[in-house]
């Protein structure tokens, strides 16, 4: 006698959310690394223009708002 069962939940997800999960996962890693950069960038100005703090202030604010464009970019999109 063969019944109809419900099927089981097999743990894994559609095909889908595994590329959703990467393209959040790196617009993450991307918007750390580019702040970053941006920021040692300005340390390297200010070591060798002397503009202490300035480099770093300035090119990391300018490196949030070029992470964050490309963030809410991506995400939007």
Do not use: F, Y
């Given at each position: 006698?063969?019944?109809?069962s419900p099927q089981r939940p097999s743990g894994?997800?559609?095909?889908?959310?595994?590329?959703?999960?990467?393209k959040y996962l790196t617009a993450g890693t991307q918007l750390a690394v580019t702040v970053g950069l941006f920021a040692a960038l300005g340390w390297w100005v200010d070591?060798?223009?002397?503009?202490?703090?300035w480099g770093v202030l300035c090119l990391g604010t300018?490196?949030?708002a070029a992470g964050m464009y490309h963030f809410v970019?991506?995400?939007l999109h």
């Open positions: 006698m063969a019944e109809d894994r997800e559609p095909d889908g959310s595994n590329q959703d999960l990467w070591q060798k223009m002397g503009w202490s703090p300018l490196g949030i970019k991506g995400a």
